[in-house]
């Protein structure tokens, strides 16, 4: 296998981009991670991406290729659900170039998910019945935030997890957005502003919710050999480790047989480090109470203390291990956990503004899931070769 | 009568009995005959050994709340608008499968997790009766 790394990054602005489509957006993130990178986009033989949730599209791959002009050998989009979704694109960039079937690998996804959805729709507009929701629509468990809201109600009773701890994960978001000029939500957050949020799904509120964005990410990936000529810092991936346990809420095991904990442990096992040797962790906060399992999950607190670690203030720019130094889905944006893969990588190439800048970050962790902690996976970022 | 707006379920081969079954005022569950364990949500095959021989034994009814979340927006357009708030649930059945559902018959403030509940049927439509679930 050749050696492979991330050699390009680009993201575009985040929010209400009224006009923007999601080939647009994906077109235009890759475009600035292959500048980013100084690889022509002739140089391009793989190219994975997905199709928008808020309007599924078949053979998007071929969508942003044929947009772009790209000509590759390789091409498909791929689902795993959030921030797991970038990870697994990476593994196939690492599988195909490592193998010798393509040398540059883009990897990018993005969509117009704030301004493309209907009018009128709270979060995702709803697609056809597959499968098990038969047995969740009909009771109005319908979305995202209703199943999460479950997991946090679990979690509260058995752990003591407060309504506040949880604002704590918001306002800790939000404070790491004000140090970022790319962030959606940069406003400050207060305790009452957290509680004063209009209640969405106990013990939800609109604040424990990441936001709808349109926006995209890109990552670029090449060999280690050909990334020695190359103008940027590469990073490169030490570990992956991942775990699917099921699809819906209504299949989700308790707690304690999450995967994300399985997950962290093989990426980990896998770099040869623990996560005392993490410089930061991007943690997939589609809500608050994700924060709150992953920082468990990964070992950054004891299972059950995610609460009050999180309201110690642990999670700051400062503390022993920040978390979502860009502000995460919370607060920064929401393009499936793409900006989470694009964060570690600025982090680690020392390139984030002053701030924010997690000072000599050689380590970085990248934690997610897709669906309801239904596919979960961590992977781990290193700085340089 | 007003038209029914929320959604509905729209069954297959695979899950025509359960449903048929909460028409007849019987929560009935799937078991497979090779390794004798119930599932739940039924499918064509057994979760736990792939078996194929699935017979349909009636249920208990009766179990425990997993977690619970009162909903305090309609996310189907507003056809839950006149339900709100409403509490979905899991429910932890006797035979030890879990079902989502909702708790009806007391007030969102009174569910707790752990609390016994049995079930009731709702006839939304002529067609499609609901199992719920209501403290025993």
Known sequence: MRPVCIVGMGETAMGRLEGSTSLGLQAEASRLALADAGIKPAAVDAVYNLDPYTQAMSMFAQSLLEYMGLRPTVAATIDAGGTVTPMTMILNAIAAIGQGYADVALCTFGENALTGRPKGVHGLPQGPSLGQEEFEEPFGCIGMVIPYALVAQRHMQRYGTTKEQLGAVAMSARRHAGLNPRAQMRKPMTMADYMDARPIADPFGLLDCSVMSDGAGAVVLTTVERARDLRTTPVRVLGFGGKATHKNVNQMPDLDDLGLRPAGDMALGRAGLRITDADFCCIHDAFTISTVLGAEALGLCAPGEGGPYSAAGTLDLGGPCPVNPHGGLLSHAHIGGMNHLCEAVRELRHEAEAPRQVAGAKVGVVSGNGGVFSLCGVMVLGRGL | ?136
């Open chain 2, 1 to 136: 009568m007003a038209e029914y707006t929320k959604p509905l379920p729209r069954p297959s081969a695979a899950t025509r009995p359960f449903w048929d079954g909460c028409r007849e005022g019987v929560l009935r569950l799937p078991w497979c005959r090779d390794c004798g364990r119930p599932h739940f949500f039924p499918r064509s095959l057994c979760p736990h050994c792939l078996g194929i021989d699935l017979e349909w034994r009636a249920a208990s009814g009766r179990g425990r709340v997993w977690s619970h979340s009162t909903v305090r927006l309609s996310f189907w357009g507003k056809a839950f608008d006149e339900s709100l708030p409403y509490v979905v649930a899991m429910i932890d059945l006797e035979e030890g499968v879990r079902i989502l559902s909702n708790v009806v018959g007391c007030g969102p403030a009174d569910v707790v997790i752990g609390m016994p509940v049995t079930v009731t049927f709702d006839a939304v439509t002529p067609d499609v009766t609901l199992p719920r679930f209501r403290p025993a």
